[in-house]
């Protein structure tokens, strides 16, 4: 039979665990609650809580809402949410991740502060992600989002540079960005950057790197949706080529398990730990 283990340093940041905590201790109370927004970007774990009686909205539909309780998840949102909770006498749950908290802070301070230089507020993240749209609200929609390098390179470099990073993107592509700029930058222009990748996202890389390479085999369990997963797989995949990404029990090609000895479960940030071991048992009575 193969030797199969989970990565002990995956599953779920501080700042999932945390919204999920609030979530469920609301819901234990009997109240409801909705979430703008699913809580986290796994399938698995928003069925269970909806089977808990968690209610997922998007933003249309907040807006409509009256004398409700709502929880904002981790990745944060715009002033314009607070403002409309405000106006709707909603009662916000508020559970922002700390550190998506400090940028968004950061991001506005750099925003309202007043000079003569025009000046462009750049964020390194995925267009359209619940983070980045959260850190745009903060410039009134201003700043200028980059997904990659190529996106860099049309930003006007005679004009001062203000460059910021989606909490969960690679730090090494962050680097990259960082040196492009500084080479191209006119000599009129200034930049200025902050490095605000979350360390308990990015530390994953080098950790979850070894992992993947001492097994045969890897199953990387991870939503879909994950924006951090897509990063950590990518890791695994190029340190294992033998590395497959699936949702869970159901995506498992169990011809594979006959060719490994060694066998190991890894996931994201958005990963909960009990869907990991649910694949380990999975996997067991398939190899028994």
Known sequence: MANIEIDKGSGFCFGVVTAINKAEQVLAEGNKL?????????????ERLKRMGLITINHEEFAQLRDATV?????????????????????????????VLRLQKKIKKEHDLTNTEKKQIVIYGKNGHAEVLGLVGQTAGKAIV?????????LDFNHSIRLYSQTTKSLDEFQK?????EEHLAPTATFKYSDTICRQVSNRIPNIKIFAASHDLIFF????????????????????????FIDGTGEIDISLLDQAKSIGICGATSTPTWLMEEVLLFIKQKTN
């Open 177 to 181: 960005i960082v040196s492009y700029i």
């Open 71 to 99: 929880l904002l998840r981790a990745h944060g949102e715009p002033p314009t949410t607070y403002e409309i909770a405000k106006k709707n006498r909603i009662t916000i749950i508020d559970a922002t991740c700390p550190v």
């Open 146 to 154: 980059v997904e990659n390098l190529d996106e860099v390179k049309q």
């Open 34 to 46: 909705y979430c703008l927004g699913d809580i986290v970007h796994n399938s698995k774990e928003v």
């Open 221 to 244: 369990v991870s939503g879909k949706k994950s924006s951090n997963g897509k990063i950590l797989f990518n890791e695994c995949k190029t340190m294992n080529p033998n590395t497959h």
